[in-house]
């Protein structure tokens, strides 16, 4: 368990010393934030909306008194729902990534997946084909089957940051919009800064399952 030693204001999106805490905090419950540096930014804010998705609040990003309540309240770490394994668990119906391993929940992410519409789009690589088709992170059970490294890269529909493809083109990778709703054409987004840490970290090589769920 992990009983608040701090108190959590409701920062709203300010920085500052108080947000120095709400980072340990949500370090603490396993949300990743990157460094406690008291900069409310995009990693802070990505944070915050999981912990609001995993409690049930609305995922406004911000930390109003609701959520700074809860924050001090929670006593337990989060947690996927794989019991056993190392992998990553994609929960369409809250919007979360997990990574787990050998069964233990040890960071947990706000994730977008494939918004369920139907699209039509210009390929980026070839403007002269159209794609079209539905917006689906599709469940199952896959693995991380290839990896682009640094920067960004051109796929079909956009470009995508440091990619982790789990299945043909759909991938877990960084983007500069993570909402809180579901929005991309079939991958699995992270924040820009969310996917710099899974690579530094060497915790979803190559290999690793990838397990997606409703």
Request: net charge neutral.
């Amino acid at each position: 368990s992990v009983p608040s030693g701090t108190t959590v204001a409701p920062v709203g999106k300010q920085s500052g010393s108080d947000t120095v805490l709400l980072q340990q905090r949500l370090t603490e419950l396993g949300f990743w934030v990157g460094d406690a540096d008291g900069k409310y930014g995009f990693a802070t804010t990505q944070a915050v909306m999981a912990f609001q998705k995993y409690a049930g609040l609305p995922a406004s990003g911000r930390v109003d008194d609701v959520t700074a309540f809860w924050l001090q309240a929670y006593q337990e770490k989060a947690h996927g729902t794989a019991p056993y394994g190392t992998m990553v668990e994609v929960d369409k119906k809250r919007q979360l990534l997990f990574i787990i391993v050998d069964g233990r929940t040890v960071w947990t992410f706000n994730t977008s997946t494939g918004s369920e519409e139907p699209y039509t789009a210009v390929n980026h690589k070839d403007p002269s084909q159209i794609e079209s088709g539905d917006a689906v992170t599709p469940s199952g059970l896959w693995k991380v089957e290839r990896e682009r490294p640094d920067g960004w890269w051109e796929g079909d529909l956009g470009r995508i940051y440091r990619p982790k493809y789990f299945r043909g083109g759909v991938a877990i990778h960084g983007m500069t919009k993570v909402p809180n709703y579901p929005a991309s054409h079939g991958c699995v987004r992270v924040s820009v800064p969310a996917m710099d840490f899974i690579w530094a970290s060497g915790l979803v090589p190559v290999g690793t399952p990838v397990w997606v769920h409703e």
